[in-house]
């Protein structure tokens, strides 16, 4: 038999997104030819929601229904990448979620963080149940500082639920307190239900305890 002709696949009209879970692959099971649904590949998607190149922005802000963001049930969790943050000033990235139509500046924050400094011997804490924000990481050196910029990770959880705690976990790594610091930061808080905000949130915002943010923050929705 003559071997197969490579046009049958580069000839076909190629696929220019992640496939959904309903495309079908054509696999070999133990020499019997059998199709495999794309969603039994792997164990979970993350997809690209949107990415906001800020510029010297006061706030960062994935609000659902909004310029082509998605913050509901269509996902079990959302994912926040940061990339190439640079603050204006001697500050850190801090978080408050979106209900009813506006984003909590109130003291209704759960919230705990910690970070290790390359300069420091000791690890540093610290913790809230009346914040008003969820802490990212601590302060970086200055912006004028060429090189220096925080990137980081966070995800939400429970954002569609009428029951469950809003949560969200933070994950990033950063200049530090001087020139020639770096630290690892970790935070993690909820909207605190004894102030009895069990409604659904839509929202999330990026904001520097002081100055603006500029760099890339891109919203994913992950599946499991």
Request: net charge negative; with cysteine.
């Amino acid at each position: 038999a003559s071997d197969l002709d490579p046009a049958v696949i580069t000839g076909q009209t190629a696929l220019a997104v992640a496939p959904a879970d309903t495309d079908e692959f054509l696999i070999s099971d133990a020499g019997t030819l059998k199709r495999l649904d794309a969603s039994l590949i792997g164990g979970g998607t993350t997809t690209l929601i949107k990415t906001i190149d800020a510029s010297t922005a006061s706030t960062v802000e994935f609000i659902d229904g909004t310029s082509g963001v998605t913050l509901d049930s269509t996902y079990d969790t959302y994912l926040v990448r940061g990339s190439g943050i640079i603050v204006s000033a001697l500050a850190g990235v801090v978080i408050r979620l979106r209900e009813s139509g506006s984003f909590i500046s109130s003291g209704d924050y759960d919230t705990v963080s910690y970070c290790l400094n390359g300069t420091e011997t000791s690890l540093s804490a610290s913790g809230s149940t009346s914040s008003t924000y969820i802490r990212g990481n601590w302060q970086r050196y200055s912006a004028t500082t060429s090189g220096f910029s925080i990137n980081f990770e966070a995800r939400l959880y429970n954002f569609s639920s009428t029951s469950l705690f809003k949560q969200v976990y933070y994950s990033g790594c950063n200049n530090g307190n001087n020139a020639n610091d770096f630290a690892l930061s970790h935070g993690a808080g909820l909207l605190d239900r004894s102030s009895s905000r069990t409604a659904v949130c839509d929202g999330i915002q990026f904001i520097s305890t002081s100055g603006t943010l500029t760099g890339k923050f891109s919203l994913y929705g992950v599946t499991t």
